[in-house]
C-alpha cells in the first residue's frame, strides 16, 4: 500500500500570500496524484488531477507540480475563501489512499 | 451532471451492521468507466478510503476494512450501496459516497452522511 505524507500539518498565512503544500509518496505513482479541497461541513472538492490539471471551475491561482514521489500544491495569493483543509490522493493497483490534510489557516 | 446522494440510518448499535445507499442521478450508473465509492470521515480526522465498485459488481476494498465490508450495486434503481459489518465506535464517521470517471480521482461526491455508532 503506498502511503501519503503531506506537510506541513497546518499552515497559517495571510490572505494575498503565496502557499505551498507538500505530498510525498512512499513509492512512485508516475503522475497519478489528486489534490482536493475541503472546507467545514461540506465534501471535498475536487481541485487537481494527474498532478498538475485544474478540474473543471477551479481558479488559475491553483497549480500543481510534481511526479514520481514529490508534489507540491501551489496556491498562488490566498483568497478568503481558500483557507480550507488540503488532501492529496492516489490510486495504484487499485487501491485507492488519501494523505493526512494539510489545513490552511488565517494567519 | 451528475449528482450524489447518500441515505440510511443515522444510528447503528456496536457488533451490527452499518447499511447505506448512494442514489445516483443525472447519469446512469451503468457508465462505462465509472467507477463508484465510499470514503469515510471520523469526526475531525481524515479521509479513509472504503472501496470503489464497478456497475459489472467488480469491487475494490480498503485492505484495513476488508472481511467487513460489501459493496453492490443496483441497475434498476441506478443506486448502490455500502454495508459494514461487526460496527464498533471507531466506525463513527461522515460517509460519503462518489465517482471516479475513467481515471481515479473522485470527481463528484454526495453530501455525506453522519453515521454514530452507540448503543
Known amino acids: 500500500e503506498i502511503v501519503l505524507t503531506q506537510s506541513p500539518a497546518t499552515l497559517s498565512l495571510s490572505p494575498g500570500e503565496r502557499a505551498t503544500l507538500s505530498c510525498r509518496a512512499s513509492?512512485?505513482?508516475?503522475?497519478?496524484l489528486a489534490w482536493y479541497q475541503q472546507k467545514p461541513g461540506q465534501a471535498p472538492r475536487l481541485l487537481i488531477y494527474?498532478?498538475?490539471n485544474r478540474a473543471t471551475g477551479v481558479p488559475a491561482r491553483f497549480s500543481g507540480s510534481g511526479s514520481g514521489t514529490d508534489f507540491t500544491l501551489t496556491i498562488s495569493s490566498l483568497e478568503p475563501e481558500d483557507f480550507a483543509v488540503y488532501y492529496c490522493q492516489q490510486r495504484s493497483y487499485w487501491l485507492w489512499t488519501f494523505g493526512q490534510g494539510t489545513n490552511v489557516e488565517i494567519k | 451532471q451528475l449528482q450524489l446522494q447518500e441515505s440510511g440510518p443515522g444510528l447503528v448499535k456496536p457488533t451490527e451492521t452499518l447499511s447505506l445507499t448512494c442514489n445516483v442521478s443525472g447519469g446512469s450508473i451503468s457508465s462505462s468507466n465509472h467507477f463508484w465509492g465510499w470514503i469515510r470521515q471520523p469526526p475531525r480526522k481524515g479521509l479513509e478510503w472504503i472501496g470503489n465498485i464497478y456497475y459489472s459488481g467488480s469491487a475494490y476494498y480498503n485492505p484495513s476494512l476488508r472481511g467487513r465490508v460489501t459493496m453492490s450495486v443496483d441497475t434498476s434503481r441506478n443506486q448502490f450501496s455500502l454495508r459494514l459489518s461487526s460496527v464498533t465506535a471507531a466506525d463513527t464517521a461522515i460517509y460519503y459516497c462518489a465517482v471516479v470517471r475513467g481515471g481515479y480521482s473522485f470527481d463528484y461526491w454526495g453530501q455525506g452522511t453522519l453515521v454514530s455508532v452507540s448503543s
Open positions: 513509492q512512485s505513482v508516475s503522475n497519478y
Open positions: 494527474d498532478a498538475s
